[in-house]
């Protein structure tokens, strides 16, 4: 009896000390992995909107996939552009092996503060115009990640299917953005090959869109907005003034469309997301150099067509020919 609880006592000393070691494991989102490594993570989202959400998401189950050990920290600078600079200097003090950047004012912020730890951004419309990269076929520094490039002129394209009548678009966006100028140019120009007048409608901060919204009515047939951090984020505002008074709004991405909009045909943030996740791992786990690593876009197939029901029917619009 004594040899059998001197055994018992042993064998429960073991199991505690195998429980107190499982239960000290760095909290991470991967269990298994060949390597033990645990890599640290910094998140800076710019905002808060599902488009934004979206390549967070994807981002977090691409590492969760891949089966790596991790730490992550979420930051949201909730638009402000000097919240945004002070978690990016947090992130960068803070030693992270890699920073994920969402939006392009969070990769500005970021790849301001270094040229030594890796960089992986999303939702940036044109790194490279943005000057965040030499050039978006190769970024020759720290900085690499996918494009939220929207297909612009098919959004146009299908502004004319919906609404063969309409003259004159009117194009509104942020002007403190500039992956919306960007996107906004190239509005101007599908405009112009399908015979639309345009007239551009801008705002510096989510305070100004219920009055400059107000002023397009009477003056535009249809709103273009594009894929814009401060617009997503007060599309309410823009659909409530646009829906009553009988102004449709075609979208540049899926998420603006469920707030309020018309229509899009655009990308998912999901999949740019996952796609830069796929980067990250490559950096973290193979030693890739983000020099050396293009821009990823998503394939035209990639590409979906959304439309709000409710929206049509309060505009008193047939989609049945899209």
């Known amino acids: 009896m004594k040899k059998f609880l001197k055994a018992a006592i042993a064998l429960t000393a073991v199991l505690a000390l195998t429980a107190c070691s499982s239960s000290s494991t760095t909290d991470t989102s991967a269990d298994t992995s060949a390597d033990d490594t645990v890599y640290k ?12 959400d979206n390549a967070n998401q994807g981002f977090i189950d691409a590492l969760d996939d891949s089966g790596i050990n991790y730490e992550v920290d979420q930051q949201n600078a909730s638009g402000d552009q000097s919240t945004c600079q002070t978690i990016a200097e947090k992130l960068v003090n803070d030693g992270n092996d890699l920073i994920y950047c969402i939006a392009t004012q969070a990769a500005q912020a970021a790849a301001g503060l270094t040229q030594d730890i890796p960089i992986v951004l999303s939702a940036v419309t044109d790194p490279a115009e943005s000057g965040l990269v030499a050039s978006n076929d190769a970024p020759g520094g720290n900085v690499t990640g996918t494009s939220d490039l929207t297909p612009v002129a098919e959004q146009i394209e299908l502004l004319t299917q919906i609404l063969p009548d309409a003259k004159t678009v009117g194009i509104l966006y ?28 801008t705002v510096s901060s989510s305070n100004e869109i219920q009055t400059v919204v107000e002023s397009m009515v009477g003056k535009v047939d249809v709103i273009y907005a594009p894929t814009d951090n401060t617009i997503a984020n007060g599309m309410a505002t823009v659909a409530m003034v646009a829906n009553d008074n ?5 979208c540049g ?13 655009g990308i998912d943030y999901y999949e740019i997301g996952y796609m830069a996740g796929e980067m990250a791992v490559d950096i973290l786990v193979n030693g890739a150099d983000p020099a050396e690593m293009p821009i990823g876009y998503l394939s035209a197939d990639k590409c979906e067509l959304s439309v709000n029901e409710e929206t049509a029917a309060i505009l008193g619009i047939d989609l049945s020919s899209i």
């Open 41 to 52: 993570i910094g998140v800076l989202q710019l905002t808060q909107h599902a488009a934004l």
């Open 174 to 201: 942020c002007s403190a953005e500039s992956n919306s100028e960007i996107q906004a140019q190239m509005a101007r120009e599908a405009c112009e090959e399908n015979g639309l007048e345009y007239i551009d409608f």
């Open 246 to 250: 009988g102004l449709p709004t075609i």
């Open 253 to 265: 991405e899926s998420g603006i469309v469920e707030a309020g909009g018309l229509a899009t045909y």
